[in-house]
Nanobody, 115 residues
């Protein structure tokens, strides 16, 4: 059974930084893409950043220049370095992994940006 486990969320002041990590277990194949989505209260889940096995990264416009995604394809791990955090970045962040036509999700980790 494939599991994605996130870590690194928490409370941070505006302008601060956090690093999220996601590790997969229960699979020996390499995902074709891994990344992050987020969902704020009352809003739909939205893409934050995704990285493909070939190294292409896509970012939401709202995080470009502030967030950086990195992956270790051999270990099926993905990280999200979040800098210059804003209150509007507050959300539950979910790790997502894609293998062929299958999608896998983590349980989510809360990120709160507040003074």
């Amino acid at each position: 059974q494939v599991q994605l486990v996130e870590s690194g969320g928490g409370l941070v002041q505006p302008g601060g930084s956090l690093r999220l990590s996601c590790a997969a277990s229960g699979i020996i194949l390499r995902f074709s893409a891994m990344g992050w989505y987020r969902q704020a209260p009352g809003k739909e889940r939205e893409l934050v950043a995704m990285s493909t096995l070939g190294g292409t990264a896509n970012y939401a416009d709202s995080v470009k220049g502030r967030f950086t995604i990195s992956t270790d394809n051999a270990k099926n791990t993905v990280n999200l370095q979040m800098n210059s955090l804003k209150p509007e970045d507050t959300a539950v962040y979910y790790c997502k992994a894609i293998l062929s036509t299958y999608e896998f999700w983590g349980q989510g980790t809360q990120v709160t940006v507040s003074s």
